[in-house]
């Protein structure tokens, strides 16, 4: 006889149980019937029991066949549906002219990859999901290299090609998987395919390496030595999961290397320049790679990082922390005694330590105080839209494309320069910005004002927009509540917004620093709340009679 597998196969379908459609009645089938079956139509044992074992199995991964009868050697159907789905399977192994796809589907251009993936996801799910020891083995294994730039404590990450899919989380830190042309010449296409997909480390020197400056250079633009130079941060542990770019779908097992990034000013600038044009690129805190996704919507896959420290997103934030700064900081003017308090209302500049500035007599127009406000207010770091025209850049930098915005920029530090001021920074392609530290960037008070709402005390900016774009208002409440007996002292020093110095005065002081300055008003440039002036306390931006209104 024909031992043709098809052959084999339409023996089986013939010899299978029956089940009644309705009701428990069925027949049985044993093994040895169906080896006598086989042995009478002159078919070898070794193949017999080779083609009977292979159709158990898979009878009974598909979980058609009672199990006890099976015990006892017995092929007996769970069901009539079960009977059906068994027939329906065979029957098209035994077909030769049996499809269950048309010709084309699994071909890479049949563009019928939601139809593939679907089909990969749910069978995938189900050998994961209905293993008896939950243990199955992934059947595809993925070799990444992860690139982590960090920049002020934002992390850049890189929306991947699968970008259609809002449920799924499709941000990840720059760099990709490995591919077979980032070995060297001398590996054989076999042994590369080899590595690439097996559950092992891959050793050959320079491979993640050469995967990483080429992935990074898909992504940004940056070139390796020119741009940044890398070096290795940490080996994630593997992770297993179901995944995969469009129907790349499977259970797959991630080995991730990562790196950390150091740019270089070329490469602060290009990227600068890529950002304002790449939708692609986007910058995240420690906390949102830790919760896995933005406020915003933006989910991550950063499930192997997670994994690595155990869910625990204490760990991984700190474990983030440790990471560098991948551009150094680099502003000119750092220390403390060259510090700068900016002006609003007034034509002095102050600068020095706190306390012991000096006035620095400067003329500049409304429209120059604020533009020059507005880069110190990005140079602190605070929101702001821009305006069409103007990029946000990084530390403290801001592009202008308009050229004559840009030269009354460059008008403005003409001005300073001839006061002695040099606090303005150009660089190439209409990029400007504050010579200063974010640190030592102070406003005078009178850009501020204090309003009275109930028991609150609400502080507020004076200026809400300029030529460069929308700042976002500063709106910071303090509960004057919980403070009454001490609020009642200070007015009781207090006449008309001025106090005499007294004994009271640390007290004061303290006060008014724990309370209300560590409470946001430092941080949006504010130096001091109670200023003194000819030996009198002055509550910044107040009213006259505000003491009077708010205890």
Same mark, same amino acid.
């Given at each position: 006889?024909?031992?043709?597998?098809?052959?084999?196969?339409?023996?089986?379908?013939?010899?299978?149980?029956?089940?009644?459609?309705?009701?428990?009645?069925?027949?049985?089938?044993?093994?040895?019937?169906?080896?006598?079956?086989?042995?009478?139509?002159?078919?070898?044992?070794?193949?017999?029991?080779?083609?009977?074992?292979?159709?158990?199995?898979?009878?009974?991964?598909?979980?058609?066949?009672?199990?006890?009868?099976?015990?006892?050697?017995?092929?007996?159907?769970?069901?009539?549906?079960?009977?059906?789905?068994?027939?329906?399977?065979?029957?098209?192994?035994?077909?030769?002219?049996?499809?269950?796809?048309?010709?084309?589907?699994?071909?890479?251009?049949?563009?019928?990859?939601?139809?593939?993936?679907?089909?990969?996801?749910?069978?995938?799910?189900?050998?994961?999901?209905?293993?008896?020891?939950?243990?199955?083995?992934?059947?595809?294994?993925?070799?990444?290299?992860?690139?982590?730039?960090?920049?002020?404590?934002?992390?850049?990450?890189?929306?991947?090609?699968?970008?259609?899919?809002?449920?799924?989380?499709?941000?990840?830190?720059?760099?990709?998987?490995?591919?077979?042309?980032?070995?060297?010449?001398?590996?054989?296409?076999?042994?590369?395919?080899?590595?690439?997909?097996?559950?092992?480390?891959?050793?050959?020197?320079?491979?993640?390496?050469?995967?990483?400056?080429?992935?990074?250079?898909?992504?940004?633009?940056?070139?390796?030595?020119?741009?940044?130079?890398?070096?290795?941060?940490?080996?994630?542990?593997?992770?297993?999961?179901?995944?995969?770019?469009?129907?790349?779908?499977?259970?797959?097992?991630?080995?991730?290397?990562?790196?950390?990034?150091?740019?270089?000013?070329?490469?602060?600038?290009?990227?600068?320049?890529?950002?304002?044009?790449?939708?692609?690129?986007?910058?995240?805190?420690?906390?949102?790679?830790? !919760?896995?996704?933005? +406020?915003?919507?933006? &989910? $991550?896959?950063?499930?192997?990082? *997670?994994?690595? =420290?155990?869910?625990?997103?204490?760990?991984?934030?700190?474990?983030?922390?440790?990471?560098?700064?991948?551009?150094?900081?680099?502003?000119?003017?750092?220390?403390?005694?060259?510090?700068?308090?900016?002006?609003?209302?007034?034509?002095?500049?102050?600068?020095?330590?706190?306390?012991?500035?000096?006035?620095?007599?400067?003329?500049?127009?409304?429209?120059?105080?604020?533009?020059?406000?507005?880069?110190?207010?990005?140079?602190?770091?605070?929101?702001?839209?821009?305006?069409?025209?103007?990029?946000?850049?990084?530390?403290?930098?801001?592009?202008?494309?308009?050229?004559?915005?840009?030269?009354?920029?460059?008008?403005?530090?003409?001005?300073?320069?001839?006061?002695?001021?040099?606090?303005? !920074?150009?660089?190439? +392609?209409?990029?400007? &910005? $504050?010579?200063?530290?974010?640190? *030592?960037?102070? =406003?005078?008070?009178?850009?501020?004002?204090?309003?009275?709402?109930?028991?609150?005390?609400?502080?507020?900016?004076?200026?809400?927009?300029?030529?460069?774009?929308?700042?976002?208002?500063?709106?910071?409440?303090?509960?004057?509540?919980?403070?009454?007996?001490?609020?009642?002292?200070?007015?009781?020093?207090?006449?008309?917004?001025?106090?005499?110095?007294?004994?009271?005065?640390?007290?004061?002081?303290?006060?008014?620093?724990?309370?209300?300055?560590?409470?946001?008003?430092?941080?949006?440039?504010?130096?001091?709340?109670?200023?003194?002036?000819?030996?009198?306390?002055?509550?910044?931006?107040?009213?006259?009679?505000?003491?009077?209104?708010?205890?």
């Amino acid at each position: 006889m024909d031992n043709s597998a098809s052959q084999l196969l339409q023996i089986i379908v013939q010899e299978l149980p029956i089940h009644a459609e309705e009701g428990a009645v069925a027949t049985d089938k044993t093994r040895a019937a169906l080896f006598d079956v086989f042995a009478a139509n002159g078919v070898e044992t070794s193949a017999a029991i080779a083609v009977v074992a292979l159709i158990e199995r898979l009878l009974i991964s598909t979980c058609l066949l009672e199990p006890a009868a099976l015990t006892q050697g017995i092929w007996r159907w769970m069901s009539y549906p079960a009977s059906l789905l068994g027939r329906s399977l065979l029957n098209s192994l035994a077909d030769e002219q049996q499809r269950w796809f048309i010709k084309d589907f699994w071909r890479d251009d049949a563009g019928r990859y939601e139809e593939q993936r679907q089909i990969l996801h749910t069978l995938e799910t189900r050998r994961c999901n209905y293993h008896v020891t939950r243990t199955a083995q992934p059947i595809r294994c993925v070799h990444v290299v992860w690139a982590f730039l960090q920049i002020e404590g934002r992390f850049l990450f890189h929306q991947r090609e699968d970008r259609l899919r809002s449920e799924v989380a499709n941000y990840v830190p720059l760099g990709g998987r490995l591919k077979v042309d980032d070995f060297s010449d001398d590996i054989s296409p076999a042994q590369r395919l080899q590595w690439l997909q097996s559950p092992h480390e891959i050793n050959f020197t320079g491979v993640n390496e050469h995967g990483l400056e080429r992935e990074i250079e898909e992504e940004t633009g940056l070139l390796l030595e020119r741009h940044y130079t890398f070096a290795p941060w940490l080996v994630l542990r593997p992770l297993q999961k179901i995944e995969g770019k469009a129907a790349n779908m499977a259970y797959t097992a991630y080995f991730i290397h990562c790196f950390c990034v150091t740019l270089n000013r070329d490469g602060l600038f290009h990227l600068m320049n890529r950002l304002g044009s790449d939708d692609t690129l986007c910058w995240l805190t420690a906390g949102d790679i830790a !919760q896995g996704e933005q +406020q915003c919507g933006r &989910r $991550l896959f950063v499930d192997a990082l *997670q994994q690595h =420290f155990a869910g625990n997103q204490q760990l991984l934030i700190a474990a983030l922390q440790t990471i560098p700064n991948s551009y150094p900081h680099d502003w000119p003017l750092t220390k403390n005694e060259e510090a700068i308090i900016l002006p609003w209302q007034e034509d002095q500049f102050l600068r020095g330590v706190a306390g012991k500035e000096k006035a620095i007599p400067c003329t500049l127009t409304l429209d120059e105080k604020a533009i020059l406000l507005h880069l110190s207010w990005h140079g602190r770091g605070l929101e702001w839209t821009p305006a069409e025209g103007v990029l946000i850049g990084l530390q403290g930098w801001i592009q202008l494309q308009d050229a004559a915005l840009l030269e009354q920029v460059h008008h403005i530090g003409v001005k300073l320069e001839k006061a002695n001021l040099v606090l303005l !920074q150009s660089g190439d +392609q209409g990029w400007v &910005r $504050l010579r200063i530290s974010p640190k *030592q960037i102070f =406003f005078r008070d009178s850009l501020f004002f204090i309003d009275v709402d109930k028991n609150n005390l609400v502080f507020k900016t004076r200026l809400e927009a300029t030529q460069l774009g929308q700042l976002k208002m500063f709106n910071q409440h303090f509960d004057l509540a919980n403070h009454a007996p001490t609020l009642k002292n200070i007015r009781d020093q207090v006449k008309n917004g001025q106090d005499e110095l007294g004994g009271s005065k640390n007290a004061l002081e303290m006060f008014v620093q724990r309370n209300i300055m560590d409470a946001g008003l430092e941080r949006v440039g504010l130096r001091k709340l109670l200023p003194v002036e000819k030996k009198c306390y002055r509550l910044a931006g107040v009213r006259d009679d505000f003491i009077e209104k708010s205890v």
